[in-house]
């Protein structure tokens, strides 16, 4: 059994797609296992992607992250991350596969909906970022 972390991002937010994504993980059998929905500080957005931090969209895309409230997820099931991956779609929407996330609702790269963790190691951190052991339900 894995674990993931997923967001709803400020843009799936605001297009009203926080219960057809979950619906979406839900149908495809991964549990969801702690949830709750926040805001981000520009400073907390800069924590939470500071892999990027050199990155050309890093400010673009903390400016984004912390508009708006966001749905965190922590998520489990057998290959959690990867399934997740697929049904999210390709981070640019335009490369997404029909009938992924990122396809059906995504309106430009940055503005892409979902995040979800990329790999056993990142998924830890990104789950501690929001999470405490006692908020987890297995
Ligand atoms: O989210 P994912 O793991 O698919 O992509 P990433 O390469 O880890 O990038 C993180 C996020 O930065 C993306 O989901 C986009 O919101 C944003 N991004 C962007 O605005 N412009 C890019 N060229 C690449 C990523
Ligand atoms: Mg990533």
Redesign the pocket.
Known sequence: MERTLSII?PDGVRKNVIGEVIRRFEAAGIHIAAMKMLRLTKAEAQGF?AV?KE?P?FD??TD?MSSGPIVVMVMEGEEVIKKNREL?G???FKDAAPGTIRRDFATD????VV??S?APETAAFEISYFFNALEICS
Not at 109 to 112: C, K, R, S
């Open positions: 991002k992607y990027h990155r969209f673009s895309l984004f999210m390709a981070t640019n790269i940055e503005q892409n995040h979800g990329d």
